[in-house]
C-alpha cells in the first residue's frame, strides 16, 4: 500500500500501485498510473492519462537494459503534463518542465528547470544538465549528453548507432557543450561533439565534431564566416 | 455539475468537469476527460483516452501565455481521434478532423474542414484557415498563420525562434499563403513567407521568403526552373 | 460480452468491449480499451492507456479506406507499450515489439519479431515484413512496403502522395528492399524503390531509384563511392 498524503489531489479513476512515495501537495491528473516505487517530491503536479514509473521491457532482437536500475524520482515542484509515459531509474530534478505526450526512458538524468517539449523524446542513459530546452518533437537518443544551457530546436534528430543495428557495436550518442543550441529538424550523427556556444542552423546534417563558438550550417555541415 | 443529453453516448470512465456544455448526439470514448468549461456543439465525435480542454501550465523559465484566454469550442461534426490533447482558449470549426495523438495548444483557431494529422502538433497563437491539411507528424508552431487549403506534408518542421531561447525577442512563426504545399520534412525558419499555391519540395531546408506559384527545393531552397 | 480466461491480468479500469478473443497469459495494463472484435493470442502483454482494435473515421476530405475490413488480431508473444494506438483490419505476427505512443493505422501487416519504435507512426494498407526495425519517431506512410531485415532509423519520413492532397491521383509509398538501413530523418519520396541492403545516410533526401548494395547520401541522395 502506499500512503497518500491528505494534502494530495487525485482524479478520478487514478491508479497508485504499491510503494509509492508521494510528497505534500502534489497534484494527478484523471486517468493517470504511478507504478510501483515512484518517488514524488512536494508539490508536483502531473496531467491526466499519463504513465509513470515504467519498468523496461524488450523483444528478442532488443539490447536489454541494465538490471537493477532503481525507482523514478521526481523532485519538487516539477511539472508534468498529459500523456507522459516515464521510465524507472530516471531522476528528474526540481522545477523541470515536461510536456504533454512526450516520453522519457530508463536511466536517464535531467537537470533542475530544464524543459522537455511536447511530444520530444528521450532515450535510455541520456544526461540533460540544468536550465536546457529541448523543444517539440525532438528527439534525444540513448547514450548521449548534454551539458548546461543547451537549445535542442523542434524536430531535431539524432543517433547513437553508426551501423544502424549490426550487433556487437557499442552504441553512443552526441555529446553537446555548455550552451550550444541546434536549429529546427537538424540532424546529428553518432558521437559527434558540439562544442559550447556552438550554433547549428535549421535542417543542417552535422557529421562531424565541431569546435567551441562557431555557427554550421548545411549538408553537411560546415562552418559559416560571419 | 454539467448538464448532459440524453442523446450523449458516453464510454466507460469518462470524466466530465463543471461548466461543460454537450450538444446533442456527442460521442465519447473510454476514459477521456473533459475539462472545465469545454463547449462540445452538436454530433462532435471524440476517441478514447482524450484530454480537452486544458489550461496552459509553465515553469519559470518559459514565456507565459496570455491571461484571460476563454474556453475551448468545438464547432459541429468535427471527429477527433485517441489519445488527443487540446488547451482552452482555441476554436475549432464545424468538421475538423482531428488525428490520434495530436496535440493542439491554446489561441488556436482551425477553419472548417480542415485535418490535422496523426500526432501533429499545432502550437499556441497560431491560425489555421479553412481545407487545410496538416499531415501526420507535422509541426506547426507558434505564432504561425496558414492561410485557406493549405497542405502541409508529413513530419514538416517549422521554428518561430530566431535567437533560439534568447530573450526579450518576439516569437514569430511562419505565413503560408492560399493553396500552398510543403513537401515532406521540409524545415521551415521563423518569419518566413511562403506565396500562395508555391510549392516546396521534400527535405527543402527554407530560409527566405518565396513569392507565388513557385516550386522551390533544397538546402538552402532554391526556385526552380520547369 | 467477451470471454476472460482466468490467466488473464487485467488492470485497474481496463475495458474489454464485446466479441474480443483472449489467449492464456495475456497481460493488460491500467485504462487501456480494447475493442469490438479484438483478437488477441497468448502470451500478449499490452501497456497502459492503450486503444487497441480501432475503426477508421474521415472527414470528407479524406479518402475512405476499404470496407469489410477484419478485425486487429496480435498473434501470441507481441508486446505493446503504453499509449498505443492500433486499428482493426491489421495483423501483427509473433514477437512484434510495439514501443510506448506508437499508432499503427488499418490494412497493415507487422512479421514476426519486429520492432516498432518509440512513438513511430505506420499509415494504413503498409506491409512489414520479419525482422525489420523502425526506430523512434519514424514515419512509414500509406501504401508502404518493407522486405525482411530493414532498419528504418529514427524521425525518417516518407511519403506517398505526389501531388500533395490534389485528387484524382493514386498514392504509393516506398518499396525498400531486404536488409536497406535508411538514416537518421532521412526523407523518402514517393514510390521509390531502394535496393537491397543498401544504406542511405543521415539526412538524406532520396529522390530517385536506388540500386542494390549500394550507399548514398545528400540532398538529393546520391551514390557515394567507397
Known amino acids: 500500500m502506499s500512503n497518500i498524503p491528505e494534502s494530495a489531489q487525485l482524479g478520478n479513476y487514478v491508479v497508485i500501485e504499491d510503494n509509492v512515495i508521494l510528497g505534500e501537495g502534489v497534484v494527478i ?40 536500475y ?20 530516471t531522476i528528474i530534478e526540481k522545477n523541470v518542465f515536461i510536456g504533454d505526450h512526450a516520453s522519457i526512458r530508463e536511466n536517464v538524468s535531467i537537470g533542475e528547470e530544464s524543459v522537455i517539449g511536447r511530444a520530444a523524446i528521450v532515450e535510455l542513459n541520456t544526461t540533460i544538465g540544468k536550465s536546457c530546452t529541448i523543444q517539440t518533437q525532438a ?10 544551457h543547451v537549445f535542442i530546436g523542434p524536430c531535431v534528430s539524432m543517433s547513437n548507432d553508426k551501423y544502424m543495428g549490426a550487433k556487437h557495436y557499442s552504441l553512443k550518442g552526441p555529446y553537446i557543450k555548455t550552451g550550444a543550441k541546434i536549429g529546427n529538424n537538424a540532424s546529428l550523427l553518432p558521437a559527434i ?3 559550447a556556444k556552438t550554433i547549428i542552423g535549421a535542417g543542417a546534417v552535422v557529421t562531424k565534431n565541431l569546435e567551441d563558438k562557431i555557427v554550421a550550417a548545411g549538408v553537411p555541415a560546415k562552418k559559416l564566416n560571419w
Open 29 to 68: 491528473g484523471h486517468h493517470t498510473t504511478i507504478l510501483e516505487g515512484t518517488q514524488i517530491g512536494d508539490n508536483v503536479s502531473i496531467g491526466c492519462n499519463c504513465v509513470l514509473g515504467i519498468k523496461p521491457s524488450v523483444n528478442k532482437r532488443m539490447r536489454k537494459t541494465s538490471k537493477g
Open 70 to 89: 532503481t525507482n523514478l524520482t521526481i523532485q519538487p515542484g516539477t511539472r508534468i503534463g498529459h500523456l507522459v509515459s516515464i521510465y524507472s531509474g
Open 139 to 148: 528527439y534525444v537518443t540513448g547514450d548521449t549528453t548534454l551539458e548546461d
Open 193 to 195: 561533439v558540439i562544442g
